[in-house]
């Protein structure tokens, strides 16, 4: 069945008060037409319960907008939605990837994940190309997707919308790894999901990682609103020692933008219910609105906390990851580093969803704190036990 307007409907009754499904919920292709976005291939999704957001065929499938009722929830950087034609992948020695830094969701990896490194490329047996020279957070995200279908699916009285594409990261002597996404939500429904599986295409050994670098803004970010996890330990923090508590900011409550905010970033540990899930959320009381991003503690054991609240570039990430922060050179040093043979694949679920009003903010912040209480004190002293992710080792 169907929950629209306060009514449950079937299949039969939705047809009836309508020409088209469309005008109340549907998955629309469009082209964007201007400035640093134009000729972006963009999937629209309306659920019909205030739930709005868009997929970026040409930016990976990576969501864009994503609002509730007229509420923000999705960061606008600065950056715009860049077409990828514009993105200069190894420019400003790696970090250029900031200049097409903007979304709900910008998907990394596939063969690497956080800061500039160089890694060796003798596994792709090509003499001329001993080691290669990543970027910030992989390519994965500015490359176009191969959109293989989109539309609706009823399944009796319920419907599902959804789009599915492919994104291909390949490269003659490198890696030919495969990205297929599939985007599904409910019509009446206040939640997105996303299903991948990665694919080793090649036939080479192949390193992989990955995550998801999930970011909100105002105004379900802002001054007061909190961060809600089941947290058994705060592993790392980039700004630890001396600049800690310099900023008067830990990891619980979000402040107001600030002019000269230097970004902070946390790793913590958290605890999976008893279904392996890890439930993480930002909730803001005063306007009663919050968001739930859900994954799988046996796909992505690690989570990050990303905190950029310098005025102009407002936004918090959530960051369930493959690997640890310590980057691509020590998870193969501690023998970490996935590999995928021909036709191995990695499969990963995420689902994001909107907390409609206290109770149901109420009731995300019971479910985390039964699987785990976070630490009430703000600057919980970082533990620096970075958990042991070795194959047969992950939980």
């Known amino acids: 069945m169907v929950q629209l307007y306060g009514q449950t409907l079937t299949r039969r009754q939705v047809s009836e008060r309508s020409g088209m499904l469309s005008q109340f919920a549907g998955v629309r292709l469009m082209t964007l037409g201007d400035g640093v976005e134009r000729g972006i291939r963009m999937l629209e999704f309306r659920t019909g319960s205030g739930l709005r957001f868009t997929a970026l065929v040409d930016r990976a499938l990576d969501i864009a ?126 939640e997105i999901r996303i299903s ?50 310099a900023q008067s900011v830990g990891y619980r409550t979000l402040p107001a933008p600030r002019a000269n905010f230097r970004e902070q970033v946390w790793q913590h540990e958290l605890d999976a219910d008893a279904d392996g899930l890890v439930p993480v959320a930002v909730a803001n009381d005063r306007i009663g609105l919050g968001f739930e991003v859900v994954t799988r503690k046996d796909q992505l054991p690690c989570m990050y906390q990303w905190q950029n609240f310098q005025a102009g570039q407002y936004a918090m990430g959530i960051e369930p990851s493959t690997h640890h922060a310590l980057g691509n050179t020590a998870a193969r040093d501690r023998g970490e580093m996935i590999w995928l043979e021909h036709d191995e694949s990695r499969s990963y679920e995420a689902t994001f969803r909107v907390l409609d009003g206290q109770a149901e903010i109420d009731e995300a912040e019971r479910r985390i704190a039964s699987i785990a209480r976070q630490p009430e004190e703000d600057f919980p002293a970082p533990s620096g036990r970075f958990p042991n992710l070795a194959e047969g080792s992950r939980s």
Not at 227 to 245: C, F, K, N
Request: with cysteine; hydrophobic share 35%; aromatic share 10%.
């Open 65 to 190: 907008d994503c609002d509730y009722k007229g509420q923000a929830i999705g960061w606008h950087s600065p950056s715009g939605f860049r077409h990828p034609a514009l993105h200069e992948y190894e420019g400003e020695g790696g970090l250029a990837w900031a200049r097409s830094f903007s979304g709900l969701l910008l998907t990394c990896g596939l063969d690497h994940i956080l800061g500039p490194e160089e890694a060796p490329a003798d596994n792709y047996n090509y003499p001329g190309k001993k080691s290669v020279r990543h970027s910030l957070h992989g390519r994965i995200s500015t490359i176009p997707a191969r959109l293989t279908g989109y539309g609706e699916r009823w399944d009796g009285d319920r419907c599902v919308l959804w789009a599915e594409g492919v994104v291909q990261q390949s490269a003659v002597f490198g890696e030919d790894l495969h990205l297929h996404r599939r985007i599904e939500a409910d019509v009446g429904g206040n």
């Open 196 to 245: 991948d599986r990665v694919v080793n295409h090649g036939f080479a050994r192949t390193p992989h990682m990955y995550f998801y670098h999930v970011n909100v803004s105002h105004p379900l970010v802002d001054e007061g609103s909190r961060y809600l996890a089941p947290v058994r330990d705060v592993v790392w923090a980039a700004h630890a020692g001396e600049a800690y508590r």
